[in-house]
């Protein structure tokens, strides 16, 4: 029974031995391994309008785009002021 076990945990061993070495290969500089696939390129989408280029857009694009902004600000605005909101809540709560 216990060279039953004794057997078994050699075979473990074994086993883990030779996986984590075909894993890792130690060398003395990063190289990636040649047998392995290299990762694919990530997709890029369209590239961001630019600020310089947005005189270049069509004047559709451009208004939508003014249109963008100026929501964006007034939620920023709603932000500001739900932020100071707490901060004061935050200020009168008594202390524990």
């Not at 004794?6 to 003395?28: H, I």
């Not at 630019?50 to 963008?68: I, N, Q």
Request: with cysteine; aromatic share 2%; glycine share 6%.
């Amino acid at each position: 029974m216990i060279a039953g076990l004794a057997l078994c945990v050699l075979g473990l061993v074994a086993w883990y031995v030779r996986s984590t070495r075909r894993r890792l290969k130690v060398t003395s500089v990063l190289v990636p391994d040649m047998d392995m696939a290299a990762p694919p390129a990530p997709l890029r989408g369209p590239e961001p309008a630019v600020v310089e280029g947005v005189a270049t857009l069509p004047s559709d694009a451009r208004g939508e785009l003014m249109r963008s902004l100026e929501r964006m600000e007034g939620d920023l605005a709603a932000l500001r002021a739900e932020v100071e909101r707490m901060r004061e809540q935050v200020r009168k709560a008594p202390r524990q």
